[in-house]
């Protein structure tokens, strides 16, 4: 499938879940997987590079069809929610999202500024978990690529925008922190960490070798980039890292606080370590299977 055909399908795709997201969000839940179950679904593409990814991982194979039905569900409950997100409020959060938020406040109140670098993975609800954390109480900032960068931004701008501007409405002041160059990351990300609130961040994808660290992942060399983590070990912010799992209607936020005085380093090593334990356990919830190939094999396995 070429550039063209995947963002027209994309547009087409969220122009149906746009329709469907007017029905009540029980119903919707159910026809939005269904729709991508029977044949619409965007990402469908990817599923023998997906395949690939796992065989390369040396990981023991999930039942494939399970697998890839969860994904694609995944991805059409991540474009429903995306006309949800603004409308989410407290009691959506109570009624189901199950998140330790007494911990989080524990950990930002060891901080000086009671702040956090909150690190996840590339995953369907990330901006979800975003979302959350703000209707929550924190006041949130996140690192983003620019809006413009995706390859399919001619097709998908609008409902980009969206998703973005939806998120942050819960932000509590905070806001996506758009950046096209490395160091206008790490003047963003620097700013963020010297105030109040959570800064996400997102470290598991392949980076230049000028600005990435070197950390196993299975049998792989995750060349992923880490400014912001060796911004929060200098300023003494707390770092954790974490995901949004889902089941059906509801959701579970789950996080491991990383020990402080570890060397960047040490902090990234243990982030992929974490990201081995939740992939075991929920294969198909990462989507950085769509690059894991690309990382160079261990020395020891080349």
């Not at 029980?26 to 965007?42: E, V």
Request: glycine content about 6%.
């Amino acid at each position: 499938m070429n550039l063209t055909q995947f963002g027209q399908r994309y547009r087409l795709f969220l122009q149906l879940i746009g329709i469907v997201s007017r029905l009540p969000r029980k119903i919707a839940y159910y026809i939005a997987p269904t729709l991508a179950f029977c044949g619409l679904s965007p990402i469908d593409y990817q599923q023998n590079t997906v395949r690939k990814a796992l065989i390369d991982a040396r990981i023991k194979l999930p039942n494939m069809r399970n697998f890839w039905r969860k994904r694609r569900a995944d991805h059409a409950i991540f474009c429903l929610n995306s006309f949800y997100h603004q409308k989410f409020d407290e009691d959506w959060l109570a009624q189901h999202v199950t998140l330790d938020k007494a911990r989080l406040q524990a950990i930002a109140a060891k901080s000086p500024m009671n702040n956090i670098l909150f690190l996840t993975y590339h995953h369907q609800f990330q901006h979800t978990l975003c979302c959350s954390l703000g209707i929550a109480g924190f006041r949130l900032q996140a690192l983003a690529a620019a809006e413009e960068v995706s390859p399919i931004f001619s097709y998908i701008g609008n409902y980009i925008k969206r998703l973005h501007q939806g998120c942050s409405y819960h932000f509590n002041g905070g806001n996506y922190l758009f950046f096209n160059s490395d160091r206008t990351g790490v003047k963003l990300a620097k700013q963020a960490l010297s105030e109040k609130g959570i800064l996400i961040s997102l470290n598991d994808f392949p980076a230049p070798a000028k600005i990435s660290g070197h950390n196993p992942l299975f049998n792989r060399n995750a060349t992923a980039p880490f400014g912001s983590v060796k911004l929060a070990c200098r300023m003494g912010v707390p770092i954790v890292a974490g995901i949004m799992l889902r089941q059906g209607e509801d959701y579970r936020i789950i996080f491991r606080e990383f020990e402080s005085g570890q060397s960047p380093e040490s902090i990234m090593a243990d982030y992929f370590a974490y990201l081995e334990e939740i992939i075991i356990e929920n294969p198909s919830v990462w989507s950085g299977w769509d690059w894991f190939s690309s990382f160079p094999l261990l020395e020891k396995q080349a």
